[in-house]
C-alpha cells in the first residue's frame, strides 16, 4: 500500500496512533515517526499508549526527541468515531488495549495471531517498526527532521539489537538512509546513564538465585519491577556462555511476568512461552524474544513450590519442542 492513502483515510478525523502497551523504543520512535510524517500532509495526530513509560531509555526518548505522548487516562476525549492506527502492534494481542476509538490502521512487524480488516495494513516481517516508518519517507519523498531520523535510527538499533537479532536488510537500509538525515549526537546521547540505580536490585536478585539446567537459564526478581527490566535482564542472562535460553519471571502485584531469550535456532521463544505457559496464563513473541504472564488468580494452579512448576512447564515443553524437530 502506498503511505499516502493513510494520510487519506486519516484526513477530516481525529487520529490517535497508538504503541503497544509499556511502550519500548522501538514503538515510541515509530509512533513519533508516523506523527511527523502525517503532519507533514497536514493530519494532525495524538501518541497514546496504555501502560506506563517506566524505562530510562524511554523515558529520555521522549526529552531528546521532544516527543509528546499521552497515556490512557488522559485520553477521555477519544470518541468511538476517532480513528486510531496501531504501531509495533496488532489489535487484539494481549499487550495492546482496545481503545474506544476505531482502529482503522496497523503498522506492525510482529507475525499476526489475529487477523484484522484494517483499511490500511502495512505489515512486514522486518527487526523493527520503526524502519517501516522510515521507508515511508523514502519511498514518498517527503522531508525528515533531524530529530525525526535520530529517533527512527535509535528505535532501529535497539530493536534489533544493534543488527544482532532478527535484523534484515530493510533496517539496514533504512539506518544508512537515516544516519546522514540524523544528528548523530542525540543518537550516541541516548547510550550514556541508561541504567536506574534501582535496576541494580533486580539485577542483584536475578544473579543470585539464577539456576541453569542444561543451557536453560531460569532467573526470579521477587518484587515489582518495570517490565522492560525484565526483558533486559534476560537479554543480560542470555549473554552468558552456558546459557542459550533464558527464562526471566518476576513477582508483579497482578501477577508473575515472564520474559524469554533464545539463541537456538530451531527453538521459537514465542511457541516456547505460549506452550509453556498455557496451563496458566499466555505469553507469545518473537523466535528470538518473547513475553507472557501468569495473572495473580492463576498463580495458585502452580502449587506450592512456583519456582519447580515453572521450570518443569518449561523444560517439558523445551523437550517436546526438541522431538518435534
Ligand atoms: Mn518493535
Avoid at 81 to 108: F, R, Y
Avoid at 172 to 177: D, G, I, N, V
Avoid at 206 to 214: L, V
Avoid at 265 to 291: K, R, T
Amino acid at each position: 500500500m502506498n503511505p499516502l492513502d493513510l494520510v487519506n483515510i486519516l484526513k477530516k478525523h481525529t487520529a490517535y496512533i497508538q504503541t503497544h502497551n509499556f511502550p519500548d523504543p522501538d514503538a515510541i520512535a515509530s509512533a513519533f515517526g508516523l506523527q511527523q510524517f502525517l503532519a507533514y500532509y497536514g493530519v494532525p495526530a495524538t501518541l497514546c499508549y496504555d501502560g506506563r513509560i517506566d524505562r530510562l531509555n524511554a523515558k529520555k526518548m521522549l526529552d531528546t526527541f521532544q516527543i509528546a505522548m499521552y497515556p490512557k487516562s488522559e485520553l477521555t476525549h477519544m470518541k468511538e468515531d476517532d480513528l486510531i492506527v496501531l504501531v509495533d502492534s496488532q489489535k487484539m494481542n494481549s499487550n495492546v488495549t482496545d481503545l474506544i476509538g476505531n482502529e482503522v490502521a496497523c503498522i506492525d512487524h510482529h507475525p499476526t495471531f489475529f487477523p484484522y480488516e484494517y483499511q490500511y495494513e502495512d505489515i512486514r516481517p522486518v527487526g523493527s517498526c520503526a524502519c517501516l516508518i522510515a521507508s515511508y519517507y523514502q519511498e514518498t519523498g517527503t522531508p525528515i527532521s533531524q530529530n525525526c531520523a535520530s529517533a527512527l535510527a535509535y528505535g532501529i538499533k535497539m530493536d534489533t539489537a544493534d543488527f544482532t537479532r532478527g535484523a534484515t536488510a530493510l533496517d539496514a537500509e533504512m539506518l544508512s538512509f537515516l544516519f546522514p538525515r540524523a544528528n548523530w549526537d542525540l543518537v550516541t546521547d541516548m547510550y550514556a546513564n541508561t541504567m536506574a540505580f534501582d535496576d541494580l536490585r533486580a539485577y542483584g536478585a536475578a544473579i543470585q538465585n539464577i539456576q541453569i539446567f542444561d543451557g536453560v537459564g531460569f532467573a526470579y526478581i521477587p518484587f515489582n519491577c518495570a517490565q522492560a527490566l525484565i526483558a533486559i535482564i534476560s537479554d543480560f542472562i542470555l549473554s552468558l556462555d552456558v546459557v542459550t535460553i533464558a527464562v526471566i519471571y518476576a513477582m508483579q502485584t497482578d501477577g508473575i511476568r515472564f520474559s524469554v531469550r533464545s539463541e537456538q535456532h530451531c527453538l521459537h521463544a514465542g511457541n516456547l512461552i505460549a506452550e509453556a505457559l498455557q496451563p496458566y496464563g499466555s505469553g507469545g513473541g518473537h523466535p528470538s524474544m518473547s513475553g507472557g504472564m501468569i495473572p495473580s488468580c492463576n498463580v495458585h494452579l502452580l502449587g506450592e513450590d512456583i519456582h519447580s512448576s515453572i521450570r518443569s512447564a518449561f523444560l517439558d515443553a523445551i523437550t517436546r519442542a526438541e522431538q518435534k524437530n
